[in-house]
């Protein structure tokens, strides 16, 4: 499944939307549907602002591939992509207002999801992230 969201912050919650009905047709559990909406919309926002640059003229490419094991997300912008990945954040400092309270997106995404991988594109190319979420194997 493709779709195309304008890069408008709030039409993360459509694309969150349709990866929810996708995981809980495939048989995921809620706890990590939410866990997949979470990291989901993330990458969304990060495509938006960080990868389009909050520009209403592009779109955030979204492709969902379903399999019997897992549920891969594609999100797609228009940006280079990242130069290195932030440090860990400290969420201590952040809570204590030490820290940017932003910034934590890339953390909760691998934190949440079974694989996640951010490739930078070339001139013309943009770049994206790719989010896999496995189905759990019930004991035999």
């Not at 079974?114 to 992230?129: L, M």
């Amino acid at each position: 499944m493709e779709v195309e969201l304008p890069s408008r912050l709030g039409f993360e919650k459509v694309a969150m939307g349709t990866a929810a009905s996708v995981a809980k047709l495939m048989g995921f559990p809620d706890d990590r549907i939410e866990d997949l909406k979470t990291a989901f919309a993330e990458a969304c926002i990060n495509a938006i602002e960080h990868g389009n640059l909050l520009n209403d003229n592009l779109c955030v490419g979204v492709i969902l591939s379903a399999s019997d094991e897992a549920l891969e997300v594609k999100v797609m912008d228009n940006g280079a992509g990242i130069a290195k990945a932030p440090s860990k954040p400290d969420i201590d400092r952040k809570m204590h207002g030490e820290e940017d309270p932003r910034g934590m997106g890339m953390f909760l995404i691998q934190s949440l999801m079974d694989e996640a991988e951010w490739v930078k594109g070339s001139p013309g190319k943009g770049s994206y992230v790719r989010l896999v979420i496995r189905l759990a194997k019930e004991s035999e």
